[in-house]
């Protein structure tokens, strides 16, 4: 009986995260708050200290593009199939060029016929945002509709897939392949609690976060000693961030969104990039503010 009642907790209740909402954080919403203040374009902020539960919130209930961070759903997806077993970790499959998609990723350049498995799929797609192994994982989780009715089951209502996902079509418009808003996909701590889909998809699911290529936005304002599981989102008009940090004195999560940006340039110095960086070094500092770390980019300046 305790069993039912505790998986009725978890898939019938919206997140975990949010019953720890007691203790907000004013000193830190203030600051946040006025970082945003100054960006030229929508941002939205959300950040949870977990052993504390205090947290702060600036636009975090506002819709902002994932763009790639669409990929930590579609990573639900695939492993809900898995833990089914619909599919296997070492399931081997044949790349054909037709699932060929151009953008961020390795695997487009991957020979027609070339023999791969679902977990090579899986690694590429959350280390190298890998956009044609998404897309394959898109198909294989049962499509967007199928990732979507996990979403729900999770308790999150805006956070969405939208490309190749029947009814979604205006949404893509607004969005392109995903939506999200900076509270809910901080459902990142569900995954590091061990509660979505299972124990040990989460598990391997949190370890595949923790090897990400692109580390040079929110992960750069941390200690390299530190680990971080986090997963970036890039477009022209939107770039954001989810990461949680497994801090000496705790572990935090936050997401950075932003849309609509004036700055759309492909540059370090993007400004939104800028804030992504700007509120993780805060963070770090205000949560580790004992470190005496700062970071250094001088060997990525020449």
């Not at 669409?70 to 619909?86: Q, W």
């Not at 897939?161 to 808003?181: A, D, H, I, L, Y």
């Not at 477009?235 to 989810?242: I, P, Y």
Request: hydrophobic share 40%; charged share 25%; net charge positive.
């Amino acid at each position: 009986m305790k069993k039912v009642i505790s998986l009725l907790f978890i898939l019938v209740l919206p997140c975990a995260l949010y019953s720890q909402e007691r203790k907000p954080d004013r000193k830190l919403e203030k600051a946040l708050a006025a970082m945003i203040s100054e960006f030229k374009g929508t941002a939205g902020v959300y950040v949870l200290h977990v052993p504390s539960g205090r947290y702060a919130a600036v636009n975090a209930d506002t819709i902002f593009p994932t763009a790639s961070i669409v990929k930590v759903p579609l990573l639900a997806g695939l492993f809900s199939k898995i833990d089914k077993g619909e599919l296997q970790w070492h399931q081997p499959l044949v790349y054909r060029d037709s699932a060929k998609y151009g953008g961020s990723g390795l695997m487009q350049f991957f020979k027609d016929s070339s023999e791969t498995e679902v977990s090579v799929l899986a690694a590429l797609m959350m280390a190298y945002s890998d956009n044609t192994t998404s897309l394959w994982n898109q198909s294989l989780a049962g499509g967007g509709a199928a990732v979507n009715a996990l979403l729900e089951q999770y308790g999150l209502k805006d956070t969405r897939v939208n490309s190749r996902t029947p009814g979604r079509e205006e949404n893509r418009k607004v969005f392109g392949w995903g939506q999200t808003t900076p509270r809910e996909m901080s459902m990142l701590l569900k995954i590091r609690r061990g509660e979505v889909v299972s124990k040990s998809a989460s598990e391997r699911m949190y370890r595949l976060m923790t090897k990400g290529y692109y580390d040079d936005q929110a992960v750069s304002e941390v200690p390299p000693y530190v680990q971080v599981a986090a997963k970036t989102g890039s477009v022209n008009e939107s770039r954001s961030e989810l990461a949680m940090v497994n801090a000496p004195h705790g572990d935090y999560v936050f997401y950075v969104g932003t849309k609509g940006i004036k700055d759309q340039r492909w540059e370090a110095d993007n400004e939104a990039v800028q804030l992504i960086r700007k509120v993780s070094a805060y963070l770090w500092a205000h949560f580790e503010p004992r470190s005496g770390w700062k970071p250094s980019w001088d060997v990525l300046k020449k």
